[in-house]
């Protein structure tokens, strides 16, 4: 794509975007503070309206945090490459942008642009195209607003969204390009090394934090303590029965929404909790009513589905035993989500965890990890330590003094990748 069919795209965007706007639930929504704190427990379905709405709020809402990616970080310059976010020679090509793990949801291009990219006629080298490509809003989690000034397109705004780390693509159209995939974790993504390439990030410690995280991994409370011990980006799917949420079970649904909205996303809303030492009053308030939209949307994500022919079944089946019998697993493994989460935490030695991200969040301890979907996203624990099932099964034999047979472990892994 040229400059020249900028136009073009631009027209399909206005389209796209209108049909957007047309479509979005309009229906008023209940108000959120009686649910903050309140865990889901309910098995109760997610109600359908009610989860349309988090899945705009989960795709699209930036909570108003452009003040920060954009007057800040100034990211809005770093994409466009030029001057006040027009297109310069070191701005962000879509080339670049799918090498470091952003996604583009091909559901969102028009035909004609789907078939410009197929047939090679679209410059993938070229800044201007990925701002054509935010303008169509099929960057997922990345929200730009272009303007055209004298027939040239500037970036004016940019801004995050939820799917930015908690959503990746299929590759049904090419590479890093294809249908939403919500809840699927982006463990391509390198956050540490976008958020790298800001202006307003060039200390030499900051820029030694931020590239050391890697693809895949974030840290969720660097900005407030300072110490530099990221996470695996998690699934936000089958969480439906999962009654306290992150890895050290810091609290529900609502409450971990709200503190990412608020204190990583920079979205415009209030966040308090005494025991972090945080209170962050916003008015208007952009975060807390949409947190039960947002929720029930998080509840209705099912969790990834083994695809056909990716385990033994025979194994699996006498894997279950091992789960349940020799390898201990159900001891904490327990319920519909395989998770004693909403009965007890864990002491890091239990399981033979590294304890620093502990010693960091308010509980102390970790929260045993619902598996379902596990096959889908490498690596496991809380660091990403295991690389594979197999290594998580070789840490348990040894953590737990199992001494499993080969055969076991082999059964078990077959077991945890039909799950
Ligand atoms: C920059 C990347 C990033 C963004 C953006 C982000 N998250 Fe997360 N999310 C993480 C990481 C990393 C964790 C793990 C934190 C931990 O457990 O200590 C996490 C944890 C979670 C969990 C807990 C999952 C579990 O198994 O307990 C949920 C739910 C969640 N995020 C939902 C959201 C929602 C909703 C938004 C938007 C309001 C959002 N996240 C925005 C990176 C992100
Ligand atoms: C004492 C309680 C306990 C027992 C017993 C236990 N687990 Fe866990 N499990 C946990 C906790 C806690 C975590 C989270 C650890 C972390 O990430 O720091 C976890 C994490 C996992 C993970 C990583 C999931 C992910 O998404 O990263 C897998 C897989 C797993 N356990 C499988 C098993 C298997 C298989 C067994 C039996 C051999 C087992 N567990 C036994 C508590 C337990």
């Given at each position: 794509m040229k400059l020249g069919s900028f136009p073009v795209l631009v027209a399909a965007a206005a389209c796209a975007l209108a049909c957007a706007d047309t479509s979005r639930p309009v229906r008023p929504m209940p108000a959120a503070s009686s649910l903050m704190l309140t865990p889901p427990f309910s098995d109760a379905k997610p109600d359908p309206q009610l989860a349309a709405m988090g899945k705009e709020i989960f795709r699209h809402d930036t909570f108003g945090d452009e003040l920060f990616w954009?007057?800040?970080?100034?990211m809005h310059e770093v994409i466009a490459g030029g001057a006040n976010g027009t297109v310069g020679a070191g701005g962000v090509s879509p080339k670049t942008a799918l090498a470091v793990g952003l996604k583009v949801d091909a559901d969102a291009l028009p035909q004609a642009v789907k078939d410009a990219i197929a047939a090679g006629k679209v410059n993938l080298d070229d800044p201007a195209t990925t701002l054509a490509l935010l303008q169509l809003d099929a960057v997922v989690g990345l929200k730009g607003i272009v303007e055209t000034t004298n027939g040239a397109p500037r970036l004016t705004r940019v801004g995050i969204t939820c799917?930015?780390?908690?959503s990746t693509v299929d590759?049904?159209?090419?590479p890093g390009i294809g249908h939403r995939l919500d809840g699927?974790?982006?463990?391509?993504?390198?956050v540490g090394l976008i958020v790298s390439l800001s202006p307003a990030l060039q200390a030499a410690e900051t820029q030694a934090v931020l590239r050391s995280w890697g693809p895949g991994k974030y840290d969720a409370y660097w900005n407030h303590d300072g110490k530099n011990n990221p996470t695996v980006i998690p699934p936000a799917f089958g969480l439906r029965h999962v009654d306290l949420e992150t890895f050290t079970g810091e609290g529900p649904i609502s409450y971990w929404n709200a503190y990412v909205a608020v204190?990583?996303?920079?979205?415009q809303g209030s966040f308090s909790d005494p025991r972090l030492g945080i209170n962050v009053t916003a008015d208007p308030d952009l975060v807390t009513p949409k947190l039960p939209a947002l929720r029930e949307y998080q509840r209705s994500l099912t969790a990834a589905v083994p695809p056909a022919?990716?385990?033994d079944p025979a194994a699996a089946q006498r894997g279950r035993e091992v789960f349940a019998s020799a390898g201990k697993c159900v001891n904490c493994h327990l319920g519909p989500a395989l998770t004693d989460a909403g009965i007890r935490l864990h002491d890091p030695s239990e399981t033979g965890m590294d304890p620093l991200l502990a010693t960091r969040a308010t509980t102390g301890k970790y929260r045993t990890t619902p598996l379902h979907g596990v096959w889908q996203h490498p690596p496991y624990f809380h660091d990403g330590s295991a690389a594979t099932l197999w290594d998580v099964v070789q840490h348990y034999d040894k953590v737990l003094g199992l001494q499993l047979s080969d055969g076991q472990k082999h059964d078990l892994v077959e077991y945890l990748k039909a799950l």
């Open positions: 954009t007057d800040q970080l100034r799917a930015l780390c908690h590759n049904s159209f090419a699927w974790p982006n463990r391509d993504l390198n204190t990583q996303m920079h979205g022919g990716s385990f």
